[in-house]
């Protein structure tokens, strides 16, 4: 098992190496890329701080806990998009390289993940990250407890998010052929998720939850960490965060069966 | 000198193309749409906690009429489309195709993206504004209306010539995409795309009105709704005018360049 555990490792970072070199073989490129992900983060600050300045803000929640708030949603997206690209996942499987990835002796949906990322993500992971440790410096008062469960919080929603967006390109993949469209999608989950649930109404929160389960990567661990909810709420989200990764995993291996070599 | 019918009939055929994706323009407007709805939800709460019901001189039925005409707006200006072509006839060499037809490049480019953006004026920006307008009981004068034309098609023009000039550098770059991506996150933030640009300080807004990036988003926006006086509106248009010509003239000395550095090779 360990040494499974290992080959698997081994696997994620030569991958990871191998497109880390091919990123950074265009520098300019990549850095206006990185850039171009730090934005996000620059307009969730910008939002966030002319509403606290022109009024009282979102109800229940200070200028620096909705400074936390966008900066896990943009640090969620950020990791999603590091994992998996949907378009490139889908023209993989367009024009046939996807074979290759059923002909290695690893788990599909982990040879997704290790293969089909936007590197230039990082950019808002780390500009998410930076606003997050200045959102929680200022805030003042944080249990570090709280904090701690809510990073565990956090990773589970992270996990599940990414298994959501593995299961809707396979599935676009099989029903259109296509998936421009699954971006725009992860584009919206980010913006919605930078601002609490409770303003999108009951539909929003069980949509954000269960449907598009942003909500679980961002929300939830930010009313932990400021004790917003309890322990034993968490440890529920916790459990649909789980539940949830492993309904979509099981989805995303059954529809690959769909898959239809296309030669190249 | 080629005759107008081989234009009309190469537009024809793009429209035609184009109106043959209709999951993609019915996707589009829908997530456009939801993009402004997300901002009406938060500045809802926020005015529902304030209350009030005028923030920076912007009542909340102000602020949801602005980010519905926003949506309708984004539908046009939001990317030149103009880019994904040059990029890729660029990368592919199909741009040694288009420089020996008897048709200049710019002139195909046009009526590669006009079509595009007519069909998602026409199916997109259209209903949302009528719409909005109609449901919303809007007071709107005429001339609010032919000067938000006015600023469209400044805003339009714009866009695709920044489209353009970004393209161009296509040749020397091999990907545009980060940069053009750069480029649109900077006119929506600085244009009014996420903010209106009335939250902002006084001074900050003023400075913005007179740069390009307001033309793109909030000087449309807020002359629809009546939130720019006529004679302001003449001014703006004057100063969008010349922001077009300097782009323009930009466009024309870059693709100069650009064109004596193109090599196709094979094919």
Request: net charge neutral; hydrophobic share 60%; glycine share 8%.
């Amino acid at each position: 098992m360990l040494d499974r555990i290992r080959q698997y490792i081994v696997m994620f970072i030569t991958s990871q190496r191998y497109m880390w070199l091919s990123f950074l073989i265009y520098r300019s490129q990549a850095i206006v890329w990185a850039v171009v992900w730090m934005f996000s983060t620059l307009a969730s600050f910008i939002s966030i701080s002319v509403i606290y300045e022109v009024s009282s803000g979102i109800p229940g929640w200070s200028y620096y806990q909705m400074l936390a708030l966008a900066a896990l949603s943009n640090m969620v997206i950020g990791i999603v998009s590091y994992l998996i690209r949907p378009w490139d996942l889908i023209m993989l499987m367009r024009n046939g390289v996807f074979d290759q990835f059923l002909t290695k002796p690893y788990n599909t949906v982990a040879l997704i993940l290790s293969r089909s990322g936007a590197k230039a993500s990082v950019g808002s992971i780390i500009s998410a990250l930076a606003m997050l440790i200045y959102a929680l410096a200022n805030q003042g008062n944080m249990s570090i407890q709280a904090v701690l469960v809510a990073v565990v919080l956090f990773a589970l929603g992270a996990g599940a998010l990414t298994m959501f967006v593995v299961f809707i390109s396979v599935l676009s993949y099989v029903l259109f052929r296509s998936g421009n469209y699954i971006q725009w999608l992860i584009n919206i989950a980010g913006t919605t998720s930078n601002y609490p649930l409770p303003i999108y109404s009951v539909a929003g929160i069980v949509l954000l939850t269960l449907g598009l389960p942003v909500g679980l990567a961002t929300f939830y661990p930010a009313e932990l960490m400021f004790l917003k909810i309890d322990y034993q709420l968490s440890i529920g989200i916790a459990c649909i965060s789980v539940i949830l990764a492993f309904l979509f995993y099981k989805a995303s291996m059954y529809l690959l069966r769909f898959y239809a070599s296309g030669g190249g | 000198m080629i005759e107008a019918g081989a234009y009309a009939a190469a537009f024809k055929v793009n429209f035609k193309n184009m109106l043959a994706y209709k999951m993609d323009i019915v996707l589009d407007l829908s997530f456009t749409v939801l993009s402004s709805l997300i901002f009406i939800f938060v500045w809802a709460a926020v005015y529902y906690s304030s209350n009030t019901n005028v923030i920076s001189g912007f009542s909340l039925n102000g602020i949801i009429a602005y980010y519905i005409v926003l949506a309708a707006i984004s539908e046009v200006t939001g990317w030149p489309k103009i880019i994904n072509n040059m990029e890729e006839d660029m990368k592919e060499g199909g741009i040694a195709r288009f420089l020996i037809r008897p048709m200049n490049y710019t002139t195909q480019l046009l009526l590669e993206s006009v079509p595009v953006d007519m069909v998602f004026f026409a199916f997109g920006s259209l209903p949302i504004l009528i719409g909005v307008v109609a449901l919303g009981h809007l007071n709107i004068q005429a001339s609010a209306v032919l000067f938000f034309a006015v600023f469209m098609v400044i805003a339009y023009l714009m866009i695709n010539i920044i489209g353009f000039i970004i393209g161009s550098m296509a040749i020397y770059l091999t990907s545009v995409w980060g940069v053009a991506n750069a480029i649109t996150w900077l006119f929506g933030l600085a244009g009014g795309s996420i903010v209106p640009l009335m939250f902002l300080p006084q001074s900050v807004a003023n400075a913005l009105m007179l740069t390009p990036f307001a033309f793109m988003y909030y000087i449309p926006d807020a002359t629809l709704l009546g939130l720019i006086p006529a004679g302001a509106a003449v001014q703006s248009a004057f100063i969008g005018a010349f922001w077009v010509l300097v782009f323009a003239l930009l466009a024309s000395i870059i693709w100069n360049k650009a064109k004596r550095d193109i090599n196709a090779v094979g094919g």
